[in-house]
């Protein structure tokens, strides 16, 4: 089926995010923590005692760092947002994709951080040099969809593996034009037969994690939290100044972990200040200053990636498989 529509929970987790907003959080987020416990350690001793530093599991590459959306959970939505305005570089994004496949990446690739990718008007020459690139990479695009129509998303899918359109609402309705995009592709599958198109229904104020303090909508509580994280062992997050930043929860852009201006892709996710960093989180985020109060869960596709990389140690391709299920 090349679409599908994803509620989470259904009604019911659609009305527990909606009416108990906060205790739908807590519950979530302690039980993600418990059951991903062994896995993550089993990964992070995998990723320390391994000779050669793994490669990342996604590569995250902002382009532009602005959204359209009003969600509450987010500071990069428009009306909460305080970056100043920055578009990548021409020369420094195909710099960095022509290093990436030097690398011969066959991970996660996305051009996606805190923003909307579809603000960027180079979007689908972006993905196409990606995809020349790495035809061996699992491309995936994650939009809110407000400014996707049928054109838009058939000039995209040709070099993607995943389209992700997050519908957030407050009535638990695919808005029109999202809904327009869903009836064709199920009318015309043979057009959309190599892509996977997912439509998550999204509450549009749910509350999430508190994210580095950084949500809107859910301040940290200055309550340690001392579980480990797995986005310095999987996640590469690239700004759009050609900074790595330490993971989506910096959304005010104050890390810094090399500068892709004047280092290698490689050289700055083998860094010495990165390494650091995984030592101290590898026993919990209660060792990082920025990570000390943050709440902030993988998302399902990193533990997927993970748990086919352990089982299948010398290929991402079940990973890149596991995201289709």
């Keep these: ?86 578009r990548m570089e021409d020369k420094l994004y195909y710099n960095i994709i022509d290093q990436i496949a030097e690398w011969d990446y066959r991970g996660h690739l996305t051009l996606y951080g805190n923003n909307e990718p579809w603000l960027d008007t180079r979007i689908v020459d972006f993905h196409k040099y990606a995809r020349e690139k790495l035809p ?98 999987t996640d590469m997050w690239i700004m759009p100044n050609g900074k790595l930043g330490i993971c989506c929860c910096d959304n005010f852009e104050v890390t810094d972990f090399g500068d892709l201006s004047e280092m290698t892709v490689k050289d700055a996710w083998n860094s010495l200040k990165y390494q650091e960093l995984r030592n101290l989180i590898k026993d919990g985020r209660q060792n990082y200053p920025f990570c000390k109060y943050c709440d902030f869960i993988d998302a399902g596709l990193r533990m997927d990636a993970v748990n086919d990389i352990l089982s299948n140690s010398s290929t991402l391709h079940g990973a890149r498989q596991s995201i289709l299920k």
């Design 1 to 86: 089926m090349p679409v599908r529509i994803h509620n989470f929970a259904g009604i019911i987790g659609w009305n527990a995010r909606k009416y108990l907003p906060r205790l739908a959080s807590e519950s979530y987020l302690k039980l993600q923590f418990i059951t991903r416990r062994k896995l993550q350690k089993k990964y992070i001793d995998y990723f320390l005692q391994n000779n050669e530093i793994p490669q990342p599991n996604i590569i995250n590459i902002e382009t532009i760092n602005r959204c359209n959306s009003t969600c509450e959970f987010c500071t990069a939505n428009k009306n909460a947002e305080k970056r100043p305005y920055k």
């Design 136 to 233: 061996n990479a699992f491309i995936f695009m994650s939009t809110n969809g407000l400014l996707l129509d049928i054109e838009k998303t058939k000039s995209i899918i040709p070099y993607i593996n995943q389209l992700i359109i997050n519908n957030y609402c407050l009535d638990m309705k695919l808005h029109d034009n999202v809904k327009e995009i869903y009836d064709y592709v199920k009318s015309h599958p043979d057009e959309f037969k190599d892509v996977d198109i997912l439509i998550q229904m999204r509450y549009l104020k749910e509350v999430l994690t508190n994210r580095a303090g950084s949500a809107p909508n859910k301040q940290e509580s200055r309550k340690i939290i001392k579980e480990t994280c797995l986005m310095p062992f």
